[in-house]
């Protein structure tokens, strides 16, 4: 039976190597190697770019093949402006989840995560003051797990202010775990977090 290559310290900051194993004396792939031949990238699920607090004060969106070409990563904005087929005007049905067709390669993604919330995606766009098309800030709060209106209908807070704030903030979802994990290493009497450094994994 096949099994994965043992962990190492070295592929926490290495990529995937697909000629090492044609190497003479390589010993054959590493795990990082062997993982993304299971799996591919262009099988991989399309997720959206995290929501930061310079999305701000970034300039109008770009397409992301001319963000890439100019050196740098598509924006959260870049994604929402140039790959969806959703306008601002646009009106969804009453129901769980958001129109499917909107979200193109991140369906997948939406779905899964209006499941978790237990409400619809807002739409993520709208026009900005000279009719342009713009990042809008109630989608950010929805992707940060956060209750519809928890920054947004805060009074007096701009546009962007609102996403300032939502890209400055953390996931709560993802902090509860944090802490949750902490606590329970905490509580660990120090003999048993001993046993488990020593301990040996599924591996070859």
Known sequence: MPH???PTVSDATRG???AKRDREGSGGDDLVTALARLFPREKAEKLFKTPTANLASNGSAQHPDKRKAGGHGPTLEDEVV???DVDPDDVADDGPHSPAEWWGPFATCVYRWEIFMGRQAPIPLMRGPRGGLKLAPKFCEWMMGLPGGWVTDV????????I???GNGVCPQQAHHAFRFLREQMNKPLTEHTEESNGQGPTD
């Open 4 to 6: 994965l290559p043992s």
């Open 16 to 18: 995937p190597d697909f």
């Open 82 to 84: 140039f790959l969806l």
């Open 155 to 162: 009074p007096d807070l701009t546009r962007e202010e609102q």
């Open 164 to 166: 300032g704030r939502i």
